[in-house]
């Protein structure tokens, strides 16, 4: 074993087998049933190619994956790549109709998926004109279908522009859309991200956030390969196990999102929780309130490093520094390696205070969306990516997202950002979780409609006080809705689709 470890790696094969060489028989991978060595997940990880390629998978070809977590998920995405192949993962909560029009527009040849996801793929097979193969991956080990004879020994001879994946966007606007990463957008990433953290080799970092999304394959997955770490694999997030879970995995940080740690704080024993092996936590997806970042600072003593980033940049492109000044409600700094600017109005990169769209340049950036040459002609233009998100930077070059774009509620002429009416009600003890919308008015257009879950009772005109004492008259919600929970996306994410259809359609009639 090297004392340190190699860092002049053009691919992601090439990290896992120099990573299985330098540190052998070290810990890589457990969740509660089993743990792998490094050795023994490279070797894993060929056994899985051989079998792939008895299935007829090879270089270039695109495999869908549609498994829950697990260390198995692990090897069929890095026996995927063993063989030059292209990832595709599919959130497995996703209705059949949605799995199928993602694994049509990638053109998977191949499909690795549990036994419910198969019956429905075969129902829907006359839609999937490229899939030759659907290979059940079930229990007890998810990967046995897939152990051929033998083994893969030497990964493909691809270079880092070879594509590694075809991660699908929410279609949060639109049918969902696959950013094309390749090998190189991932080490490059991996490298940005993993210098300002502070994790070292032996450290385990908790994998909480499902691996169909980019935040886990590269912050607990890729990094910890890159660093020489180890990982620690939650089969799904829940709030009332979760500090049993640190107890027993005894990670010093995970990777989260705001409405996790809002649950965490709520969550039954939060106020005997022992935080333990903790250092800090990883927040991003979305922005996260002044509010709610002080409150689990305090009650539980850990530092949040407050990051952001789209799939399209990779993963990760700025994020507030573990050591020297963290600016609550910033997003942080630019990690080393790439550009982040605001473009005014007019597409031209502003100044410190002024309020436009985030910019990204770098070689993280994606190579585009595959077969949607109009979409990559109005997100990546002059070199940069255009993300849609709406934010300033200030004097000292910290980041603040302000709102994205389409979020945006336009009442009487006026530009009003939703994100601040919902820090705002979340400076409020008694809000768990808030969401403003617009909601149609024949007269301003739109108007502000307030979404809530309290924490007890229903007083919205304490609420409504509580706004009037923060924000300009015309900001002030208009209409009120308390519901017990808020509607997520499949990470997370609080959704915000079904609150507009609902007032659209109460509009309509």
Known sequence: MSGTLSTDLRTLPELLATRATELGGERFVRDVHQEWSYEEFAARVAEVAAGLREHGVGEGDVVGVVLPNSPHYLEVWWGILWLGAVFNPVNPALTTREA???????????????????????????????????????????????????????????????????????????????????HGNLLTNAWQLGEPLPVSRTDTLGMVLPLFHVNAQLVTTVIPLFLGAQVAMWERFSASKFWEEVDHFEPVTFSSVPTMLAALLHAPGAD???????????????????????????????????????????????????????????????????????FDEHDQIAGPGVV??????????????????????????????????VGYRDEEGYFFLVDRKKDMIIRGGENIYPREIEDALLESPNVKEAAVVGRPDEVRGEEVHAVVALVEGNDVVALEEHCRERLATFKVPSSWEVVDELPKTSTGKIDKKPLRARLADAAAK
Not at 369 to 382: G, I, V
């Open 100 to 182: 199928v029009g993602i694994l049509s527009d990638s053109k998977a040849a191949c499909v690795v998926c549990t036994a419910d996801a198969a019956a429905g793929l075969e129902e829907h097979r006359d839609q999937l004109p490229a899939l030759s193969e659907i290979v059940i991956a079930g229990d007890p080990d998810l990967a046995a279908p897939l152990r051929g004879h033998g083994s893969v020994e030497e990964p493909a001879a691809i270079g880092p522009e070879q594509i590694a994946s075809f991660v699908y966007t929410s279609g949060t606007t639109g049918r969902p859309k696959g950013a094309m990463l390749s």
């Open 272 to 342: 005997d929780a022992a935080t333990n092996t903790l250092r800090f936590v990883i927040c991003g997806a979305a922005p996260l309130s002044p509010a709610l970042f002080r409150r689990f600072e305090e009650k539980f003593g850990l530092k949040i490093m407050e990051g952001y980033g789209l799939t399209e940049g990779t993963c990760c492109s700025t994020i507030n520094p573990f050591f020297g000044p963290r600016k609550i409600g910033s997003i942080g700094l630019p990690t080393r390696g790439q550009e982040v600017v605001i």
């Open 356 to 389: 436009g769209e985030v910019g990204v340049r770098g070689a993280n950036v994606m190579q585009g969306y595959y077969e949607r040459p109009d979409a990559n002609a109005e997100t990546l233009r002059d070199g940069w990516l255009h993300t849609g998100d």
